[in-house]
């Protein structure tokens, strides 16, 4: 509620700032190469999906191999059988996310890992209501894909990249942090899901060059952060 009478009173300064960031940053392209495949020595085998938005596209890497999905399969070779899909596109909101997993074909995944928010968080969209999203689509991936372990992300702290201006900056940042409030909250309620925490604060000096992605080190410890969630469920499961 109070970030919607934020949104009214201060709108138009928004739209206006908005429209610069738009015009101001520099496009990024998705990270190149495979978008699925197999990898690994371990004796279990794991199938894994990534579906999302331009965070999970790898925005910000050069090739999939530095991005999120080369981080967590790469990881998880060390101990597993992999194989994995990246369901992923630049400004997917979490309803598109949902849009895009209904029109991959039925399939049985062990883990799915879930990016999105950050589009949501520049829309109208409340965080009752975001959370409502959220909702559907944990609920359609397990009919969907059969998955045992779905992971979420935090939306990042959006207050910290250099590429939004003031006060834009202060308000979608604030936004964020009541996302992952609820988010937080509605996961502690699902056994199946898990909440990832990359770890410290964000290191600016990391993100890509538009300062509004992660570059390849964030990925890194993005995928390892996932990778040991993973790892600490699966690694005694049969």
């Known amino acids: ?84 899909q990246l369901i992923a596109k630049t400004g997917n909101t979490t309803k598109q996310v949902l849009q895009s997993a209904l029109l991959h074909p039925k399939q049985m995944y062990d883990v799915v890992v879930i990016s999105a928010g950050v589009n949501d968080v520049t829309k109208p969209t409340s965080a009752t209501k975001w959370i409502q999203h959220q909702q559907t689509l944990t609920n359609t991936l397990r009919s969907h894909f059969s998955c045992q372990h ?47 925490n990359i770890g410290g604060p964000l290191d600016v000096v990391h993100m890509a060059v538009d300062g509004f992605h992660p570059g390849p080190q964030i990925y890194q410890q993005w995928g390892r952060a996932v990778a040991k969630l993973i790892e600490a469920r699966w690694s005694s499961h049969r």
């Not at 495949?37 to 579906?51: A, D, E, H, N, T």
């Not at 910000?60 to 999120?68: I, M, N, T, V, Y």
């Not at 939004?164 to 202060?170: C, D, I, T, V, Y």
């Open 150 to 196: 779905i992971i979420l992300n935090e939306i990042p702290p959006m207050e910290v990249f250099p590429s939004l201006p003031h006060p834009l900056r202060w308000y979608l940042g604030s936004k964020a942090k009541a996302f992952n409030r609820k988010l937080a909250k509605w996961v502690d309620t699902q056994p199946d899901c898990e909440l990832v």
């Open 1 to 84: 509620m109070l970030h919607q009478l934020i949104l009214i009173l201060m709108g138009p300064i928004f739209w206006v700032q908005g429209k610069y960031v738009r015009k101001s940053i520099p496009y990024l392209e998705e990270a190149e190469g495979p978008r699925h495949g197999r990898c690994g020595q371990g004796k279990k085998p794991l199938r894994v999906l990534l579906i999302g938005d331009s965070a999970a596209a790898g925005v910000g890497a050069k090739c999939q191999s530095q991005a999120l999905s080369g981080q967590l399969t790469s990881t998880l070779g060390k101990q597993f059988r992999v194989e994995w």
